[in-house]
């Protein structure tokens, strides 16, 4: 189950997770939110 989150992001953050998100893009060739990299970024940080 998801939820909609609304949190602030630092902008060095914010472009962290925008390059991971296009090499993401890059490598699979399909598109990929911005959610679902931050989620999985989450995920593997907070293991």
Do not use: H
């Not at 962290?16 to 989450?42: D, F, G, H």
């Amino acid at each position: 189950m998801t939820r909609r989150v609304t949190i602030m992001i630092d902008d060095d953050l914010d472009k962290k997770i925008r390059l991971t998100q296009a090499k993401m893009i890059l490598k699979e060739n399909k598109s990929i939110s911005y959610s679902l990299v931050v989620n999985l970024l989450l995920k593997k940080s907070l293991k």
